[in-house]
């Protein structure tokens, strides 16, 4: 219950175009990134198949990767605005 609670309160906060800030451990690069991202509406916080919490967002291009959607599993630190 605890989890729902808190991607309802996650989900409610996200509005189309807001700019944030996201924190999480990157399976793929083996280490905790911070990623410059937007919300629309392809975006989206999931429970996947195995249970995971997940979050889909927008990337904004950076000097790592190219813009794209990403997604973030089972922790992450999202905040407000511009880097």
Known sequence: MRTTTAINNVTL????????QLTYYSKKAKKVVT???????????????KGVVCLTYRKLQGDDYEEGYRTARVTWVVKDGNI
Request: proline content about 4%; hydrophobic content about 25%; charged content about 30%.
């Open 35 to 49: 990623r410059r991202a937007t919300w629309d509406s392809k975006c989206c916080i999931f429970t996947s198949k």
């Open 13 to 20: 906060s996200m509005t189309p175009g807001r700019e944030f």
